[in-house]
C-alpha cells in the first residue's frame, strides 16, 4: 500500500529566508505527484501537479522536483513570506488509478515577520 | 467560477441523528471523492465516485454511504453518526484523465456527541 511521508512536520523560518520541504512515497508507480496549501479552516488549494514523466514544475516563488525513481520530491519555496504560513500536503496519483490521491500529513509552516 | 461548494461548513449533531452532507461541483467532472481530515492521520478518502451511478469504497468506508445520482452532486450521508465520526470532512472532484488537478471544497467541520 503506498505511503506517503512529509518531512518536517512543522517549519518555523524568518520573513526572506528560502526553504525546502520533502515528500517521500513508497511506490513509484506513480502517476503525479501534486501539492496542494492549506489555510486554518479551509479548504486544499492545488499548487503544482507534476507528472510522472516530468522532474520539475515552477509556478511564481515555487518549484517542485520530481524524483520517481528514489519517491522523492521537493517543494521550495523562495524568499518566503508570512502570507506562506499554511499547511502542505503532497498526494500521489497511482497508475493503478490514477483518480485516487494519497496524501502525506502535511508540514505547518510558519513565516514570520 | 470554478469551485466546489459543501453544506453546512459546521455541524454538531447528537449519536445516532441521521444526516447529509452536500457537495456540489460546477466544472462537470466526472470524479468526485470524499475526505475526512483528523489531527495525526491526515487526510483519508472515506468513497468516491467514478461518474454517475458508480461508486465505491475507499479507505475509511464504515459508517458512511454515498448516491451520485447527477454529476454534479455527490452527498455524504450518515445513517446513524457516532463520536469517531467527529473530523473535518472535505469533497474534491476532478475530471477523470491523468494529470488533472483536484478542486476541493472548504470543508465541513462535524461534531458528533
Known amino acids: 500500500k503506498q505511503e506517503v511521508t512529509q518531512i518536517p512536520a512543522a517549519l518555523s523560518v524568518p520573513e526572506g529566508e528560502n526553504l525546502v520541504l520533502n515528500c517521500s512515497f513508497t511506490?513509484?508507480?506513480?502517476?503525479?505527484l501534486q501539492w496542494f496549501r492549506q489555510d486554518p479552516g479551509k479548504g486544499l488549494t492545488s499548487l503544482l501537479l507534476i507528472q510522472s514523466s516530468q522532474r520539475e514544475q515552477t509556478s511564481g516563488r515555487l518549484n517542485a522536483s520530481l524524483d520517481k525513481s528514489s519517491g522523492r520530491s521537493t517543494l521550495y519555496i523562495a524568499a518566503s513570506q508570512p502570507g506562506d504560513s499554511a499547511t502542505y500536503l503532497c498526494a500521489v496519483s497511482l497508475n493503478s488509478g490514477y483518480s485516487t490521491l494519497t496524501f502525506g500529513k502535511g508540514t505547518m509552516l510558519l513565516v514570520s515577520p | 467560477e470554478a469551485q466546489v461548494t459543501q453544506n453546512p461548513r459546521y455541524l454538531i449533531t447528537v449519536t445516532g441523528k441521521k444526516l447529509t452532507v452536500t457537495c456540489s461541483q460546477n466544472m462537470n467532472h466526472e470524479y468526485m471523492s470524499w475526505y475526512r481530515q483528523d489531527p495525526g492521520l491526515g487526510l483519508r478518502q472515506i468513497y468516491y465516485?467514478?461518474?454517475?451511478?458508480?461508486?465505491d469504497k475507499g479507505d475509511v468506508p464504515e459508517g458512511y454511504k454515498v448516491s451520485r445520482k447527477e454529476k454534479r452532486n455527490f452527498p455524504l450521508i450518515l445513517e446513524s453518526p457516532s463520536p469517531n465520526q467527529t473530523s473535518l470532512y472535505f469533497c474534491?472532484?476532478?475530471?477523470?484523465?491523468?494529470?488533472?488537478?483536484?478542486?476541493f471544497g472548504q470543508g465541513t467541520r462535524l461534531t458528533v456527541v
Open positions: 465516485s467514478m461518474n454517475v451511478e458508480v461508486t
Open positions: 511506490d513509484s508507480a506513480i502517476y503525479n
Open positions: 474534491a472532484s476532478r475530471r477523470n484523465q491523468p494529470n488533472t488537478e483536484a478542486f
